[in-house]
């Protein structure tokens, strides 16, 4: 009876039966064949980013952005009031899993030749948004007022500071003064709270409109003129609403799960007359941060910032027209490549200026991640303490 009365207060003042007509459109729209659990990696970055709104949104009501408050305010939130530990512990989390999924979402359009006519600028749009992500994470990872934030932020703007002409332009833009203090932490709030939510959100709103309004892409070749539209195959619902549902409650139960079990650590306030040893930025920029380790610093910024460039004009660099992987061994080969190198620089990075321990041998770890034996029988157990001979 409600239903009616709702329905009968709009048709009176609205064309409810076109705008049913499209809502009806959209859902029973047809997907092609290849459609497959890989592309509900889209809806769950989709996911993602709302979590992080929604948790982020709630986080604010505590937090504070000074430098005297940010880190006394993470600590209340994380302590004193109601589940904030928890909604802090899956904005952390929710962070990291949509870089993974986003990346393995670029993955399969990659895999299945989807950036390509007509979908470049359904790319170029993910691209950026892919991007605009880390930046996500850059700004959010200093709000905590930590060591670790402290110094990575350091170390990051100063990377910056390092690009031609406008590099110290840039950096003071970044830190808002000379050293990292509180103005920077005002600036990567306003960028982090306000700035990225909304470009994102309007980003989101334009990508998703293309991928609905030009349909999934199909497996055929890129066609001469324009795409012909699908006219049959599997429906978007209940089929594959179907599928995302479960992955999203898979998703959200490894998010909450992460959260609980592996808690991310808050660690001390910043001290800017601290410097811990072995300085190093968040695990998705070890292999940008490790590649410009082996060159000199501007051969280093310009060969690292190559890979982004080259992602985002991938589409109108690889004009081939077929989009089946298996008939597209270059590009198949190219990506493997890119991937074992972020794969492996990622892991130097990681392991550089640490000590590991191999088969009862231990290892340290210069800064370009070379090893070098320093004792034979030693035990177990990892250290993390400075290397005795500065690396070179
Ligand atoms: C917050 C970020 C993003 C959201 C919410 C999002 C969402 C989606 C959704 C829901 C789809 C349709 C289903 C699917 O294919 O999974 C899709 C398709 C697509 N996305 Fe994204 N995406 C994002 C980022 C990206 C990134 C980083 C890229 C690549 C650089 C990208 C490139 C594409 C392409 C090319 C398609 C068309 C796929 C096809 O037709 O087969 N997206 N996206």
Redesign the pocket.
Known sequence: MIKGWIKSWFADRYDVDQIEEVIKGQVEKPL?ENISW?????????F??VSQVFTGILLLVYYRPTVHDAFESVKFIMTTTYMGWLFRQVHAWGANL?IIV??L??L???I?G??KKP?EL?????????FL?LVFGFTGYLLPWNQLAYWATTVGTEIAGAIPWMGNFIKTLLRGGGAVGGETISRFFVVHVIILPWV?FF??VA??F???Y????TMDPVSPGKEPKLKEGVPFFPDHVLKEGIVFFILLGVLITLAILKPFDLGEKADPLQTPFAIKPEWYFLPMYQMIKYFPKLVGIFITSLGPLI??I??FLDRGKERNPFKRPISMMLGIAGLLLLVGLGMLGAVAETKKNFFGKTYEFDIYGIPRLIKANAGSSESLQPPQTPPK
């Open positions: 092609p890989f592309h509900t990696l889209g809806s769950m970055s989709l993602l980013f949509m986003l990346f979402h670029m399969r359009t990659y299945t989807s950036y979908r359904t790319w170029v749009i993910g691209a950026a948004l892919f992500t994102l980003l989101i990508h998703l293309l991928v609905r030009q349909g999934i892409a992602l985002v991938l589409p």
